[in-house]
């Protein structure tokens, strides 16, 4: 089997180096070609080598190259190597594919954007970054990919920096992922330390060096969950992804819902063994990502902006991933990260195009009735809905399902009542899912255009300010369009839909009875069959759930949506996000602020180091005032002077003798 | 003593000694430097009349290699210290020393 990882990974590096020296004298067209160039023959070597991989004995699917050694020093060897196995094969074919489509869909909604090739630039970027990411074939290369991911979510998510917003969102970003990077670096400190060697070969076959179960096993899984928690958006590291959702929609599609959000979910895959190796921190993954799924699934039942909804959906999505990752059947947290790719993305670009179609307006409430102007957008965003849904055939019920039922099987096994809890809290979140997406579908397509009739809402001088900035970046306001001058989005926008509607469709059938995807990660994960008996329980409740919520979405929002004032004391709690940033500013940062101003004005800097400064500046003054003296200016004091040295060298040597 | 000679070597010395002490008083008290610079050669030429001396009475030509260095010295050093007097006297109009305090701290 060949292993081309060095050929996915250099295209979007060259693009992006072309881009970023060249962008600005480029044409539009010369800069679309380079970056969809870069990307498709990334994304074309990718799907090469699966190809070849499948003409492979299952045995024999795992290519371990060097490409170069890069620190050598005794014990310590670090070599930038590539590692192709069906795990590598399945992200890579996921990261390059929907970043395609993300490219190609980026030239329509970014088109008139001054900054045009720096988006696509910094789009190359996060593509080598991501790529970097998967195919390393040690830690220590993980943590590059993992830092510079990061480093172009940052950029893209503070693209539009002239308004204030998006930068502190930005901001916000990089702090809570470099929580989650200080995790990673400890954890290979600790890996370095107990095996040796920073290699995922040299680990995880020597993984019972650390005993199972001890401290030192369960701190290396919990450190390394701690990244993937920051990068995944799970409690409590989850803040940052909603104002993430400031960046430009391609780029919410591409990094904050399909792929670099994914990169934990890929390291619990990768370091399976490793969280084998520590039972608790597999209930600790398993609990946290239950936690997350339900409770960003309630926040997101009520929010009124469209990519909001969609930010909470993706953090309530990996939270089953890693449900599915924490009773052990790491295939069905690849194969709904996969599905979720597809169906996220698909949610996020349609949701794109309805902001493109109304000129930057995000608000629900002045949405409605859209079905007949964006008919395109209406039905592939139905399939994504059905999908997110778990509603049979679409992709995302049978990835779901398989984590469900996973989740199920594990507490009858077991016994533990903890697991059923689990699966409760997973059935349940099924039922809200598919309440809060039909609420914002119909909101959206069915009922009125609200668009032109409703009064804006109180406004807070800050958000005028606000929008008088973002008249020169960002998909501006120009005021609410009218009904009829909606327009369905050109074609570069809606294939990219079409293309990822029809794998939100067939994407399910990776997991279809006889499990193909099961079989193909087999080598890496070990394959976890459900008893069909205990599948089709946990399928059918929820499924019953999931058209419960639909139900009630239906009865409540199918003549559009209407927004009332609610001020029952739950329903405020929860339209407020639980005042998860409000406590965070009470604890966190208002602290941390007041600390540093009682330093910067108050006590220390006053007294301690003003005082100290300038008392050290008194003393050379007094000591140079009385050396100045002997400066008289008159060249015969000098000379005399310069006489009566050599008279005592003289008379010193005399003396001596 | 390999040299007689009707003149001690402690003449020579106190010669030497004589004009070294005239140059050193020169130089401190006098105000123009034109004046200074002679009592400068003065001292100078003080120490190669004890080289000499000494070169002659203990029989060696080390004293009287030294002789040429000096003068070779010197000649330089007074062409250096001419142009400098020269370019004060033309930017000042005057050379007095002592009012070339400047640099006075």
């Known amino acids: ?657 | 003593m390999a040299v007689t000679s009707s003149v001690p070597l402690v003449w020579y010395l106190i010669v030497s000694a004589v004009m070294f002490a005239i140059g050193a008083l020169g130089v401190l008290m006098r105000r123009n430097p034109l004046v200074i610079f002679m009592s400068i050669e003065l001292m100078l030429n003080a120490v190669n009349l004890s080289f000499v001396a000494f070169s002659r009475f203990l029989d060696t030509a080390d004293g009287q290699m030294f002789v040429f260095l000096v003068l070779t010295v010197a000649a330089a050093e007074v062409v250096v210290g001419l142009a400098l007097i020269v370019s004060i006297f033309r930017t000042r109009r005057d050379i007095d020393v002592d009012d070339m305090n400047m640099l006075r701290g």
Not at chain 1, 291 to 297: S, Y
Not at chain 1, 525 to 543: F, G, Q, R, Y
Not at chain 1, 639 to 656: K, N, Q, S, T
């Open chain 1, 1 to 657: 089997m060949v292993n081309l990882g060095l050929w996915v990974l250099i295209w979007p590096l060259l693009g992006f180096i072309i881009l970023g020296l060249l962008g600005r004298v480029l044409t539009r067209g010369g800069i679309l070609r380079v970056a969809w160039g870069a990307c498709g023959l990334s994304f074309l070597f990718a799907l090469f080598n699966f190809l070849s991989m499948l003409g492979v004995a299952p045995a024999a699917r795992s290519s371990d190259v060097t490409v170069y050694n890069w620190i050598v020093s005794s014990t310590l060897q670090v070599n930038f190597g590539l590692l192709y196995d069906p795990l590598t094969a399945i992200m890579l074919l996921v990261v390059t594919g929907v970043g395609l489509l993300i490219h190609i869909y980026s030239a329509g909604y970014m088109e008139g954007d001054p900054s045009f090739w720096r988006f696509f630039a910094y789009l190359n970027f996060f593509i080598f970054s991501m790529v970097l990411l998967v195919v390393a074939n040690n830690f220590l290369f993980l943590l590059m990919g993992w830092g510079l991911v990061g480093l172009a979510s940052f950029l893209l998510i503070g693209f539009w920096y002239q308004r204030s917003a998006p930068v502190a969102a930005a901001q916000k970003a990089f702090v809570v992922n470099v929580i989650g990077d200080l995790g990673l670096m400890l954890a290979i400190f600790l890996l370095f330390i107990n095996y040796g060697s920073l290699n995922y070969q040299d680990v995880f076959s020597d993984v019972h060096k650390v005993a199972a179960g001890s401290a030192t096993a369960t701190a290396i899984a919990l450190l390394l969950f701690v990244a993937c928690a920051a990068k995944s958006a799970q409690l409590p590291l989850y803040m940052w992804l909603p104002d993430a959702m400031e960046g430009p929609t391609p780029v919410s599609a591409l990094i904050h819902a399909a792929t670099m959000v994914t990169a934990g979910v890929y390291l619990v895959a990768r370091a399976h063994l490793l969280f084998a190796n520590a039972p608790v921190a597999l209930y600790v993954v398993a609990g946290i990502g239950g936690a997350t799924a339900l409770f960003a699934a309630t926040i997101a039942l009520f929010q009124l902006d469209i990519k909001r909804v969609l930010a909470y959906s993706t953090i309530s999505q990996l939270g089953y991933m890693f449900m599915a990752e924490g009773v052990g059947n790491y295939t069905s947290g690849i194969f709904h990260l996969t599905t979720h790719a597809y169906f996220k993305a698909l949610l996020f670009l349609g949701a794109g195009a309805i902001i493109h179609a109304l000129a930057g307006e995000q608000d629900m409430r002045k949405m409605g009735g859209l079905r007949q102007r964006l008919p395109i957008t209406f039905w592939t965003f139905l399939i994504a809905t059905l999908a997110i849904s778990g509603l049979p055939p679409f992709s995302g019920f049978w990835s779901k399902d398989s984590i469900l039922g996973a989740a199920l099987q594990e507490a009858v096994v077991t016994g533990n009542r903890w697991f059923y809890v689990l699966w409760g809290v997973g059935i349940l979140t099924a039922g809200l899912t598919a309440f809060y997406m039909f609420r914002l579908f119909f909101g959206v397509f069915l009922g009125n255009y609200r668009g032109a009739t409703v009064v804006p809402a109180r406004r807070t001088e800050e958000e005028e300010d606000e929008d008088e900035q973002e008249e020169s970046a960002g998909h501006g306001h120009g005021g609410p369009v009218g009904y009829y001058d909606i327009h369905e989005v050109p074609a570069v926008m809606s294939m990219p839909l079409v293309i990822l509607a029809i794998l939100s469709v067939i994407g399910g059938f990776l997991g279809f009875v006889w499990n193909p995807l099961n079989g193909f990660l087999s080598p890496v994960l070990e394959a976890s069959e459900t008893p069909l008996n205990i599948d089709l329980i946990s399928t059918a409740v929820s499924v019953a759930v999931a058209l419960v919520g639909i139900l009630v979405a239906w009865r409540l929002y199918r003549k559009g949506f209407v927004y009332k004032e609610n001020n029952n004391l739950l329903y405020q709690l929860v339209f407020h996000k639980y005042y998860v940033d409000e406590m965070c500013n009470m604890i966190l940062i208002k602290p941390i602020l007041g600390i540093g101003r009682l330093i910067g004005t108050g006590f220390i800097e006053g007294s301690v180091l003003d005082s100290g400064s300038r008392g050290l500046a008194r003393v050379f003054r007094e000591i140079s005032v009385l050396l100045r003296r002997l400066q008289t200016g008159y060249m015969r004091n000098y000379a005399l002077v310069i006489l009566l040295g050599a008279v005592l060298i003289v008379i010193y040597y005399a003396v001596r003798g």
